[in-house]
């Protein structure tokens, strides 16, 4: 998990590292599937039909060009992002990083968490993802889509938010 690590203090514990469901790469999917297929067709109809050794060479380049910039366009750019994207819980807080070049990244202390609520609709249940509501105490409620089995999520951050309250309240007394 190392990415996770580095950001933990050396007294936190690590409960959840998630990336976005995978619902995220359907269409790069699709996408290299088809734009495979249109290649290789366009090179195969290329290849039988034109007679010109230069010419078909051309083509042939362009044909390359034209998929690897797609691949890269649509394909490469949301498989990085996917795997750059990363939702953390941890004893303390809730972290969410994303980014390669470019990173940023919030973090919520559990102490500062007031609501935890979770939306799905029926696709997403069957997939088994949703939308995560986090309510802090200053701000707007912060939403995070595509998280895998959103509502065991939901229940290990109500059950942390719960834990410490409960630990401040017998601090308290």
Do not use: C
């Not at 998630?18 to 290849?47: C, D, E, N, Q």
């Not at 088994?128 to 939403?143: A, H, M, R």
């Amino acid at each position: 998990m190392g990415y996770p690590e580095d950001v933990l203090a050396p007294d936190e514990h690590l409960l959840l590292h998630r990336h976005p469901h995978w619902k995220m790469l359907f269409w790069p999917i699709v996408i290299l599937v088809a734009a495979t297929a249109l290649a290789g067709f366009g090179g195969g109809v290329i290849s039988r039909n034109v007679t010109d050794e230069t010419v078909r060479l051309g083509l042939l380049v362009v044909v390359l060009v034209v998929w690897v910039a797609l691949l890269a366009w649509r394909v490469i750019g949301p498989v990085i992002s996917w795997k750059s994207t990363h939702f953390i819980v941890t004893d303390r807080r809730v972290l969410v990083r994303q980014g390669v070049l470019t990173h940023s990244g919030i973090d919520i202390p559990m102490s500062r968490i007031s609501s935890v609520q979770f939306r799905h609709g029926l696709f997403d249940r069957l997939l088994g993802t949703g939308t995560l509501i986090i309510g802090s105490s200053s701000d707007e409620p912060l939403e995070y889509d595509d998280i895998p089995a959103v509502q065991q999520v939901h229940s290990l951050l109500y059950h942390q938010v719960f834990e410490v309250e409960h630990r401040h309240e017998r601090w308290d007394n």
